[in-house]
């Protein structure tokens, strides 16, 4: 047996990452398995899992209903169509605005003298040792009605003799696209950071060398060169933003509901798993599209540098 | 036209020091380079080539003095406004883009029209021999490939001085030989000003027209390949450029053109050649190139004639390298192996009696440091 491991590579492989794979099978494979099956279900009527075949689910979550309130045969219910692109369209907005924050600062720590990337980059890292929950619910302080930038700006409104009527930010979509702008904005930095970091000094001087001004030297080798990152940031932002609930649960209140409300609320409040695990198949599918569309189009990001 | 094509002026360059203070790259350095010069920046690690070279490119500015190109003083003037192009050592080509883009960035930047980028991106690649290769990245070529990617990319903008900084070094020693005669052709085709980075001597002998010895921030001498090799002007540069036995002495008469110094080492009065300015009595150094000793069986002549025992032979193929111990000094001689013979050891064999010339022509007098 021994003799055998010396000599079979490909068996001390298997050997090597099986700890990994029964964790992913028993962790991930089995639940999702779980997941499917039990979205075919019926719920109980006391909240179990009736196990069946039903389409119920799906079509429910597509918004098409057969028993219409106008009596009319087939009508359309907009309402998860509605969560589910406001999702997308949520995580889409997060990720053009991270995008345009990080690229920026990334640029500055790559580019800072060796010794100081370092501080830049435990800088960015700190927030991210405080509790996420507790994090969306410092800007919940910040933002409601009479939270600290409404009270800051009315001070400075009473300094200059103005009237002022407290904004209501709290519990709009522009709270949450703010909360996750400010969690997922590490995710953006990192990959960036490593990808510019990773571009040869000489090649910024070769462009300038032939003519290239700073604006032509980001545009023409740059941001190409950087592309995996920003690639990979993206998967990074664009994946969990679709599928997270707590910062719209504590920033968009009752208001913004997205597609993880939905499951967490069919789990914990109306007691559907049935309902909730096909939607969350149907986020995970949705997710998959997304991303295989995007990387189709822009690739990972590799065989920019390795081609 | 300017009268130089680059000019360095006072040019000091001082980095701070990690442990504090300042290092001085390029110490107060004046360098003329006239117009279609093939010139040399030639020195070791460290000694402030490649800083000055990226002075003129500018990629630093001068701590102190002025860098001219084509007459007009740089000042900050930014690398992308200078009439001047690089070949990176590493080559820096772009990986992200083909062979084409590459040679055809730098006219892009030009804004020259799509027919003028065509046609001067295909003639750069004729000229370096890689037609057919404009459609490949730059990691499917082979180092010596790249680096004729590296040459056309700078040479297509057609600048008034191309830069290099150690071009060949990444490439093996064979290759590097044709690089050298082939770059050199090149530049006399094209009849721009060229400037060399490099620490070998012989590549820097070999292409140049004029070369500048560096150590520690400071031109030592510049001057002609044959004249730094055979009239070096210091102990660093006969040390550096080729190799050179060292004696130092005493002088103890200084005519115009012959000096005799008493030696420290040995019991002996040698006539050579005064370098620089010297005074009777100064301590001088005694530089004499090992191919430039006669070495024979009895004394012929009563000058400069040391006597001594053979300490080792070593046969390299085209030469046979002596070393000779005199009284405990020990000079080595090189000489040519000019008849065709399987025996060499019966003209010299170690433990042998031997008189060395050193020919006064070939003893050189320096000033001691």
Redesign the interface.
């Known amino acids: 047996m021994i003799r055998r491991l010396r000599e079979k590579k490909s068996l001390q492989g298997n050997l090597l990452i099986s700890p990994t794979m029964i964790f992913m099978v028993g962790m991930l494979v089995i639940p999702l398995l779980l997941t499917a099956v039990v979205s075919f279900g019926r719920r109980a009527p006391d909240g179990d899992v009736i196990f069946t075949f039903s389409l119920d689910n799906y079509a429910r979550l597509s918004g098409l209903r057969t028993n219409c309130e106008d009596g009319s045969r087939l009508c359309f219910d907009p309402i998860y169509a509605q969560i589910l692109w406001r999702s997308i369209s949520l995580a889409f907005n997060t990720t053009v605005l991270v995008i345009l924050l990080a690229y920026p600062l990334a640029y500055f720590i790559a580019r800072a003298p060796a010794k100081r990337r370092n501080t830049y980059l435990f800088l960015v890292l700190v927030p991210m040792w405080t509790n996420f929950v507790i994090r969306v619910y410092a800007w919940l302080m910040i933002l409601r009605t009479q939270g600290v930038l409404n009270n800051f700006l009315g001070s400075l409104a009473g300094l200059l003799n103005l009237h002022f009527t407290p904004l209501e930010m709290i519990y709009t979509p522009g709270a949450v696209l703010v909360g996750m702008v400010y969690e997922f904005l590490p995710f953006m930095i990192l990959p960036i950071y490593t990808s510019i970091e990773k571009i040869d000094n000489s090649l910024f001087e070769a462009a300038a060398d032939l003519g290239a001004n700073p604006i032509r030297t980001l545009r023409r080798i740059t941001l190409p060169l950087s592309m995996p990152g920003m690639v990979a940031g993206t998967i990074l932002v664009f994946v969990p933003v679709m599928g997270t609930f707590i910062v719209s649960d504590l920033l968009g209140g009752r208001q913004v509901i997205l597609v993880g409300n939905l499951i967490q609320n069919q789990f914990l409040i109306a007691r559907d798993p049935t309902f909730g695990s096909a939607a969350s198949l149907v986020l995970m599918v949705l997710t998959l599209i997304v991303t295989f569309i995007y990387t189709r189009k822009f690739g990972f990001g590799e065989e920019i540098v390795s081609a | 036209m300017a009268e130089f094509a680059v000019e360095l002026r006072d040019v000091v360059k001082t980095f701070p020091n990690p442990g504090g203070g300042e290092v001085h790259a390029v110490d107060h350095v004046t360098l003329k380079i006239e117009q279609g010069e093939f010139f040399s920046l030639l020195g070791p690690s460290g000694c402030g080539k490649t800083t000055s070279l990226r002075m003129i ?3 630093e500015w001068p701590t102190e003095g002025v860098v001219y190109i084509d007459g007009k003083a740089m000042g900050r003037t ?3 406004l200078r009439p ?3 070949v ?3 080559y ?5 883009m083909t062979i084409f883009q590459n040679v055809a ?2 006219l892009e ?2 804004k020259a029209s799509t027919d003028d980028i065509n046609r001067r991106v295909g003639a750069a690649l004729e000229m370096v021999q890689l037609r057919g290769m404009d459609k490949r ?1 730059p ?1 499917q070529l082979s180092g010596g490939q790249q680096q004729r990617i590296a040459l056309a ?2 040479l297509v ?1 057609r600048p008034a001085v191309l830069l290099l900084d150690e071009p060949l070094g990444a490439l093996d020693l064979k290759l590097r030989k044709e690089m050298q005669l082939e770059l050199k052709a090149l530049q006399h085709q094209v009849g721009i000003t060229f400037i060399y980075v490099t620490h070998d001597q012989e590549e820097a002998l070999t292409m140049s027209n004029r070369i500048a010895v560096m150590e520690k921030g400071k031109a030592l001498q510049i001057g002609k390949p044959e004249e730094i090799y055979e009239r070096p002007n210091c102990r660093f540069v006969a040390d550096f450029i080729g190799e050179s036995n060292f004696l130092t002495g005493t002088i103890k008469e200084l005519a115009h053109d012959s000096v005799s110094v008493i030696l420290n080492e040995l019991v002996a009065e040698i006539v050579g050649i005064p370098i620089g300015t010297l005074r009777t009595g100064q301590s001088v150094i005694i530089s004499i190139r090992p191919e430039k000793i006669r070495i024979a069986e009895q004394q012929n002549f009563t000058n400069n004639a040391l006597n001594g025992v053979v300490k080792s032979v070593t046969y390299i193929g085209s030469e046979t390298r002596i070393l000779v111990n005199i009284d405990g000094v020990e000079l080595a001689v090189w000489e040519q192996n000019r008849i065709s013979t399987l025996n060499l050891q019966a003209y010299y064999s170690e433990g042998q009696n031997i008189t060395v010339h050193l020919f006064p022509e070939n003893t050189l007098v320096l000033p001691a440091d």
Not at chain 2, 92 to 96: C, R
């Open positions: 490119a500018g990629f930014p690398p992308f001047v192009n690089t990176f050592q590493n820096a080509l772009f990986q992200h960035f730098g930047m030009e990245k990691k990319r700078a903008k």
